[in-house]
């Protein structure tokens, strides 16, 4: 399992979390590269050592891209706060 947190200057935040499958690392980079602007970085956690391994290779070139991919160790980044109404 992973959960990752993409952050752009929009301070608007997109959460993507699954299996670590080919097909959700794809997604997940798919998400990555449309928001993909100035300042845009990426958290990911995982839920063990192997997923960290697939996950690293997966998103390996997109600091070439102007991305800043963080991969944490065991923990699962936090999702944001929804907004609070009336805020």
Known sequence: ????????????????SGEASPYNLQILRDHILARRG???RVEVGF???ATASLVRRAL????RRGVTVIV???EVPALP????PGS
């Open 1 to 16: 399992m992973f959960r990752a947190v993409i952050r752009s200057d929009d301070n608007e935040h997109v959460c993507v």
């Open 38 to 40: 100035p300042r845009t």
């Open 47 to 49: 839920a063990s050592p």
């Open 60 to 63: 390996r070139d997109l600091d």
């Open 72 to 74: 944490g160790t065991s």
């Open 81 to 84: 706060s929804p907004p609070t």
